[in-house]
């Protein structure tokens, strides 16, 4: 979670330095604004995951209890991974249809701009996390009789 909330902050600091800098009505500025509005999101989130990490709310389970929920947090890694996918082609789609758009295709191109970037740093953080998660259930299967 450390990671999705640095990488949150980092967005927030370049967007919201870049948003007011980068003219009227471009797709730069575009760009900027969905990173702002996507990113107090991801840091919502990565707090509320930190606060959700703490060692006692797992001192208690038992051995199938931990596996249950290890496998529960493997799949909601992966249906994210669906989702980033779905985020990356939406910004396909937004950027195909300004080639069309009558009113402001900037925003498109550039709603779409972030999609790309967010979407694929959110796959990439997500597959990663579940490699990881899904290395640590076998390591821990390994030592049953």
């Given amino acids: 979670m450390a990671?999705?909330?640095?990488?949150?902050?980092l967005n927030?600091?370049?967007?919201?330095y870049y948003v007011n800098r980068s003219g009227g009505r471009t797709e730069a500025v575009y760009f900027?604004?969905?990173?702002?509005?996507?990113?107090?999101?991801?840091?919502?989130?990565a707090v509320w995951g930190m606060l959700q990490a703490h060692?006692?709310?797992?001192?208690?389970?038992?051995?199938?209890?931990s596996f249950t929920a290890q496998f529960n947090f493997?799949?909601?890694?992966?249906?994210?991974?669906?989702?980033?996918?779905?985020y990356i082609c939406t910004g396909s789609w937004l950027r195909?249809?300004?080639?069309?758009?009558?009113?402001v295709p900037e925003r498109l191109l550039g709603f779409g701009r972030s999609?790309?970037?967010q979407g694929a740093f959110l796959l990439l953080f997500d597959v990663g996390?579940?490699?990881?998660?899904?290395?640590?259930?076998?390591q821990l299967l390994e030592l049953l009789p």
């Fill in 96 to 103: 195909a249809r300004a080639a069309t758009a009558l009113k």
């Fill in 55 to 65: 060692p006692n709310q797992v001192a208690g389970l038992t051995l199938a209890e």
């Fill in 115 to 117: 999609l790309w970037l």
């Fill in 32 to 45: 900027h604004q969905m990173n702002l509005g996507w990113n107090f999101v991801n840091v919502a989130l």
């Fill in 12 to 16: 927030l600091l370049i967007s919201g």
């Fill in 3 to 9: 990671v999705l909330g640095t990488w949150a902050l």
């Fill in 129 to 138: 996390f579940y490699l990881v998660y899904h290395q640590q259930a076998a």
């Fill in 74 to 86: 493997e799949k909601i890694l992966l249906f994210n991974a669906g989702l980033d996918v779905a």
